[in-house]
């Protein structure tokens, strides 16, 4: 009699469904009711389509940061090539007024007999372009009085000079310089020897 009574409400809520329109549900064993069929394929449909556009979106993320990575790329190799190219643009152009004057010197020198003007003139050109220089990060090796140091100087002979320490610079044969502290061009020098008194009672 219950199983009656249960198959003829059933039928009874199916009819009402049909004539409603309403999504129909389902009912397990235990008669209480369940989602339909319907209900979860629609719901599936919109998380399936929510994880195609988010994958659509991403995609399009990776395409972009592919593109930039290659621009950058192409960009900085750009950059590379210009600074070998033109890394010394700014020292040379600081260096053209130098020469520049270098030939106004060399023509007035050939209507003159004034040595010591050219001289002067010249010492001037020296100093402008020391100056030069030092703006560019350029420093002079001071050798004068130095103990020999073999980081900055380079030996060229030892000479024996009783003005001077043993190992001490004597003289100078080519300046060194030095580019932001960093060596550019060793100091060719003389270094001081001095003899050994064995040496002196020799020579006495």
């Known amino acids: 009699m219950v199983a009656k009574v249960k198959k003829d409400t059933a039928e009874a809520r199916e009819g009402l469904s049909k004539k409603t329109g309403e999504p129909q549900a389902t009912t397990g064993e235990s008669g209480a009711e369940v989602p339909g069929k319907t209900e979860r394929a629609e719901a599936l449909m919109v998380k399936l389509q929510e994880a195609e556009k988010k994958a659509a979106e991403n995609y399009d993320k990776y395409l972009r940061a592919v593109a930039d990575l290659d621009n950058y790329r192409k960009r900085a190799a750009r950059e590379k090539a210009d600074a070998i190219q033109y890394g010394n643009e700014n020292l040379l152009r600081d260096i053209l ?73 004597v003289g100078e044969f080519e300046r060194g310089y030095l580019l932001n502290g960093r060596l550019l061009r060793p100091a060719k020098v003389s270094v001081c020897k001095r003899c050994s008194q064995g040496d002196d009672q020799a020579q006495n």
């Open 97 to 169: 007024p130098l020469v520049d004057g270098m030939d106004r010197a060399l023509e007035q020198s050939r209507d003159s007999d004034d040595f010591e003007a050219f001289k002067k003139g010249l010492k001037l050109l020296q100093g402008q372009l020391l100056c030069c220089l030092q703006k560019h990060g350029v420093e002079i090796i001071n050798t004068a009085g130095k103990d020999f140091d073999p980081y900055v100087h380079e030996a060229m002979m030892q000479v024996e000079s009783a003005e001077h320490e043993d190992s001490q610079v």
